[in-house]
């Protein structure tokens, strides 16, 4: 996957390049976690929610290095991304088993790779100055992808996974909408899209964990007031 990422930012314009090690990265994702002891994956679409990290991370990778890289930072960071991507195969793996003594560093693992992933793309949907309509369809999809790996950790059954993912990508295409109509930077309406996508999707993991108190809201409340100041901060100077 490396190698294949390294050729992709080395040749111009090939696309569809990109697209097919995505395609081997869910083929090879989904082999992987079928092949856990504790697995018991029958039907084709049972190991459906373990792929979009994989996919994402190296469709993400490509496009943003695409745009702002050049040069030898290219093939450093094709080769480089074999450290990440087999971080994330490797958690992709041990989280099949809930009981596994490596199961809450796995999902670490994911839940930061899930939030790195977003902020390429937010970022990416901005700097390819793309419509109003366009920009806050993409984050909306994107959102719900990610929000899926999010919320599989409740264990539950994949309509209701996708659901709550669904409702949480709708309010992020609301919030790329606004961005719009703020006098925010590219950078600072990605990190704004960030901090969306952490508060809701940290909300309704708690929630659907039970684990929404008033403590747990307080504490999603400081993270927010620090991110707006910090927008405002950036902003202004």
């Not at 999010?150 to 790329?176: F, H, K, N, P, Q």
């Not at 993991?205 to 747990?216: I, K, M, P, S, V």
Request: charged share 10%; proline share 3%; hydrophobic share 55%.
């Amino acid at each position: 996957m490396a190698i294949g990422l390294t050729l992709y930012l080395a040749v111009p314009t090939q696309n569809l390049l990109l697209l097919l090690f995505c395609g081997l990265a869910a083929i090879g994702t989904d082999a992987i976690v079928r092949h856990h002891p504790s697995a018991n994956f029958q039907r084709l679409d049972d190991t459906a929610l373990f792929l979009f990290v994989p996919v994402l991370f190296m469709l993400s990778v490509g496009v943003f290095m695409k745009d702002v890289s050049e040069g030898y930072w290219n093939g450093l960071v094709g080769i480089g991304s074999v450290v990440p991507f087999w971080m994330i195969l490797r958690a992709e793996y041990d989280s099949v088993d809930l009981q596994s003594p490596r199961y809450q560093s796995a999902r670490l693992v994911l839940n930061g790779a899930t939030y790195v992933i977003a902020f390429l793309f937010f970022a990416t949907i901005y700097d390819f100055d793309l419509s109003l309509f366009t920009a806050a369809f993409a984050a909306g999809i994107v959102s719900v992808l990610l929000a899926i790996e999010v919320l599989r950790e409740e264990a539950m059954d994949t309509t209701r996974t996708i659901l709550y993912s669904l409702a949480i990508g709708v309010l992020l295409a609301e919030a790329a909408w606004s961005t719009h109509f703020l006098p925010l930077d590219n950078s600072a309406a990605a990190v704004f899209l960030l901090l969306a996508f952490y508060l809701l999707s940290g909300l309704m993991h708690n929630y659907l964990g039970r684990r929404l108190n008033a403590q747990t809201m307080s504490e999603f409340g400081a993270v927010a007031l620090v991110g707006v100041a910090i927008i405002i901060v950036a902003q202004a100077t």
